[in-house]
């Protein structure tokens, strides 16, 4: 590929190029400067004019083609008058590619990146597929993949403002990840839209099984849980009481065990005395959260907590997940605090189950495990999270210990505690306008993306930059448009019918 | 109107023939409920036999229930379930069937990689039924997954025959079980008669979802936990069902749960004789649990504890996990059959010294009684050849 321009001048981050009169360069480009030992990688992050002749000589001649020869033409134009890109290093590769630490050498020509530059973006195990590698806008014939036992386990933030692409990516992301990588997805999906009830989602991919609370359709299941599943644990980041409203609730679970959701809303005895008004708000606050009345001294469901269903529901959804399958939870009809609850009750128990795993020495057998939670900041906000941890952010803190990550979608990572933030190695930058997030995200970023501020600003639908601490740079990409592939149907036979 | 709804007799399924016999008492007990009930007719969710080739006379006590229902113009309507099956697809079902003593409402067609399911319809009634068999395995699931949905919307009193486990409704002892989701039955049935788990679930969802029970238990925790067996009476009130659940009481159950930690097998024994009192005509249960302090589970002194509930219906015992310090149970981490077998020999071989080389001993020996009977081969044919390898492989 032809040179596009030299370079003039400028500094380590910050180097100057003249483009080609013939090419054009764009922001977010990725270029090239080669010697014979090493090549290195550049990308545009600002672009501006250059010429020859001074401002003022430039204000004349266009205000005499203005105002009186419009025929007026400046001689060898080109020649002189160009756009200079400005380009940090971004890459150099000589054996294995490591962050530059050397300037391109000086009036050195520049070419565009072709895909033979870059062999060590080949497909990782396990691989967690993003989008295709980016250079500006056009988008080349490279898969950006992370390694996926390391990627998922270390979380990932996805971060965007509406109308980005945010639930395009997590489709693409889940389908291909469902697909190709072993591993396992929780999905809270509070919009209903990844299974694809009536629209392209993950429904055709036999790795995904999708509970919903109404009416699934054939093949899914209706998500029931029995009031017995809950623990008091689970409640935290779902209802907020008081210490003796606590304290009421772990005397009933001490007393009543499994079944104290009943036995607190029955009034059931208990050794140790409440103030009645404490039990009564307690009372109150669970039957408005799991939807349940008393009629003639005896529980009636109305929700999706039952007393005669759902016993296995939780253990059918952990053992799908550890069997490396994605699960989907419908949660567009659930209040936020109900959601929360689900949410907590199915983390909660793959967390006690790999912390059992990793125990006995059995965990590095097990797929690792992603969490996907939309709108992030409900439960993992600094607001949230000053009222007390859940399990949510104990696995943002722990789980990579137990090979379990969280995958958190958000509009405003600003509201993310910062030590969370960090601790999330990788994050899809789509485009952000609000300062305020684009400086949450480039202060935690695994690459620095300091120079970035604009580009991010300026992505457009379905382009992002992944950091990441397990990519060699920051990484633009562009992700495609969500397509299912159909899968084909076996022709069966069906012995024993008339 | 009434009908009846039973399911997982499990006809002949009971080895020892006092309990084989109450078990047949429990199904001429539901058909003497059709009658007395004056139910218009009787579903049949499965697993009527125990096996796809009943015994005969096990055949014959059917064919008299059936017969007397049919002589009371009730009529049966009936699906196979996973034990009616042979491996080949035959059942029982299709001779009484043939006979006239029910029908059996499978009845579907492929069509175009569908399934489309055809109804029966009870002409008295006007009430129609559409089903589908259980199947070992759970393969009963690719017909609901195949089903054409759309040809089962007609109108009219609809009811639905099936034999396997709903996941949302497994009861937590069946948290293992293999089922499917819920979702996967056709809509718009008014009663969806189930069968296949041994406990009873009455539930309103769009339609009524019922699973009688077994009509008489199954085992031993069948016997402890569900007591008797049950079937499903259900009044159908200005198009309105209302599934009552009916016990079937034949023997009074006498259960005794004993904790034999830290206890020796003289001590077992005196609480077992303790404790036995009142047992005339029961069945008496006799689950114990634990690690003996002294004495093997074999030093119980079990002949006494019998003698002393000879007046019993029948006497139980289950030790399973009952173990003696002489011989603990051994843990071993999980692996292939071989590994696993291999661990054990191993273990066991530092406790035990019967013979030289006993592990290569217990190993062949293992391989051997693993061995099949080969296509063609006649039983005693079979045996002979096991025999043989058997003694020649012990070399003391």
Redesign the interface.
């Known amino acids: 590929m032809g040179v596009i321009g030299k370079v003039i001048s400028g500094g380590f981050g910050k180097v100057i190029v003249r483009q080609k009169a013939s090419e054009v360069i764009e922001l977010g480009e990725l270029l090239v400067s080669e010697t014979p030992s090493k090549k290195l990688i550049l990308q545009v992050y600002d672009l501006l004019y250059g010429s020859q002749l001074s401002q003022q000589n430039l204000e004349l001649v266009s205000g005499l083609k203005l105002e009186e020869n419009s025929d007026l033409e400046l001689m060898d134009f080109s020649m002189r008058n160009y756009p200079l890109a400005l380009l940090k290093g971004v890459l150099e590769i000589q054996v294995i590619p490591k962050m530059p630490k050397t300037l391109p050498i000086f009036f050195s020509d520049v070419r565009r990146l072709e895909e033979k530059d870059i062999p060590f973006f080949s497909s990782p195990k396990n691989p967690v597929f993003l989008g295709n590698l980016r250079s500006g806008t056009k988008t080349l014939n490279i898969e950006v993949c992370l390694p996926g036992d390391k990627a998922l386990t270390h979380h990932i933030l996805i971060s965007a403002q509406t109308g980005k692409g945010k639930s395009n990516l997590a489709k693409v992301l889940l389908y291909k990840a469902t697909k190709d990588a072993n591993a396992g997805f929780l999905v809270l999906d509070p919009h209903d839209e990844y299974f694809g009830r009536h629209e392209d989602g993950l429904k055709n991919l036999k790795k995904t099984m999708y509970f919903s609370p109404s009416n699934p359709p054939p093949g899914s299941r209706q998500l029931i849980l029995s009031l017995n599943t809950i623990k008091p644990s689970h409640l935290e980041g779902a209802m907020y009481l008081s210490d003796p409203q606590w304290q009421a609730i772990a005397a009933y679970s001490r007393a009543y065990k499994e079944d104290w959701v009943e036995s607190l809303i029955l009034e059931k005895e208990l050794k140790v005395l409440f103030n009645e008004a404490t039990i009564n708000v307690v009372k109150r606050k669970l039957m408005q959260l799991l939807d349940i009345r008393i009629i003639e001294g005896k529980l009636v469901t109305k929700g999706i907590f039952s007393t005669s269903g759902g016993n296995s529901t939780v253990r059918d959804i952990v053992n799908e997940i550890e069997n490396a399958k994605t699960v989907i939870i419908d949660t567009s009809s659930f209040s936020k605090n109900l959601e929360v609850l689900i949410g907590s009750i199915i983390s909660s128990e793959i967390f006690k189950k790999y912390k059992r795993y990793k125990q006995s020495g059995q965990l590095k057998d097990k797929p690792a495990i992603s969490i996907v939670i939309e709108e992030a900041p409900r439960v993992l906000g600094k607001d949230v999270l000053e009222k007390g941890s859940n399990i949510f952010s104990t696995i943002a803190r722990e789980g990579r210990k137990f090979k379990i990550g969280l995958i958190a979608i958000t509009q405003l990572p600003s509201l993310i505690p910062r030590d969370i933030l960090a601790n999330m190695n990788t994050k899809i930058i789509l485009g952000t306008e609000m300062a305020n997030e684009r400086a949450a995200l480039i202060a935690s970023a695994a690459q620095d993306l300091t120079s970035d501020d604009r580009t991010i600003a300026s992505l457009d639908t379905g382009e992002a930059i992944v950091t990441s601490s397990f990519l060699k740079m920051a990484v633009p990409i562009k992700i495609p448009l969500f397509k299912p592939v159909e899968e084909s149907n076996q022709k069966i036979n069906y012995p024993g019918l008339k | 109107m009434k009908f009846a709804h039973i399911a997982d007799c499990h006809l002949g399924g009971w080895r020892e023939p006092k309990l084989q016999q109450l078990n047949l008492s429990a199904f001429m007990a539901a058909i003497n409920n059709c009658l007395t009930e004056k139910v218009e007719f009787l579903l049949i969710s499965g697993d009527l036999f125990n096996t796809s080739l009943p015994p005969i006379d096990i055949l014959k006590e059917v064919v008299t229930g059936l017969k007397k229902i049919k002589d009371n113009k009730i009529r049966v309507y009936a699906i196979?379930g996973s034990h009616d099956?042979s491996p080949s697809?035959k059942?029982m079902l299709d001779v009484l069937e043939n006979a006239g003593l029910l029908i059996?409402v499978?009845?579907?067609v492929?069509v175009e990689?569908k399934?489309q399911l055809e109804f029966t319809k009870d002409e008295k009634t006007g009430i129609l039924f559409a089903g589908?068999?259980g199947?070992k395995g759970m393969l009963?699931k690719?017909?609901?997954?195949?089903?054409d949905?759309e040809s089962l919307k007609v109108k009219g009193t609809k009811i639905f025959l099936f034999h396997t486990a709903i996941?949302?409704?497994?009861?937590?002892e069946?948290?293992n079980m293999e089922?499917m989701?819920?979702?996967?039955l056709p809509e718009g049935f008014d009663y969806y008669a189930g069968g296949h788990v041994h406990e009873p679930?009455i539930?309103k969802q769009s339609g009524w979802l019922v699973m009688p029970g077994p009509l008489f238990p199954n085992n031993f925790a069948e016997l402890e936990k569900l007591v008797h067996g049950s079937m499903v009476i259900c009044e159908i009130l200005e198009s309105k069902f209302v599934p009552k659940l009916i016990k079937i009481p034949l023997v009074d159950i006498y259960k005794i749960n004993m904790d034999c930690n830290e206890k020796s097998s003289e001590h077992v024994t005196g609480e077992l004789l303790a404790a036995l009192d009142e047992t005339e005509g029961k069945i008496v249960l006799i689950r114990l649990h634990g690690t003996l302090a002294s004495g093997k589970v074999t030093d119980i002194d079990f002949p006494s504890i019998y003698k002393k509930a000879q007046n019993s219906f029948f006497i139980m015992r289950n030790t399973s996990k009952l173990h003696s310090k002489d011989f603990e149970e051994i843990k071993v981490k999980i692996g292939s059959v071989d590994e696993v077998e291999k661990r054990i020999i191993e273990e066991h071989d530092s406790k035990t010294h019967l013979f030289e080389n006993e592990k290569d001993i217990v190993r062949k020996l293992l391989m051997i009684l693993s061995k099949e009977k080969a296509e063609g081969e006649t039983k005693s044919a079979y045996e002979d050849r096991i025999l043989e390898e058997f003694t020649n492989s012990i070399t003391f």
């Open positions: 196979a099956y697809g059942t059996n499978a009845k579907a492929p990689n399934l589908l068999p199947r009963d690719s017909y609901y997954a195949a089903l949905r996941s949302e409704y497994k009861p937590k069946y948290e089922s989701a819920s979702s996967f679930l539930v």
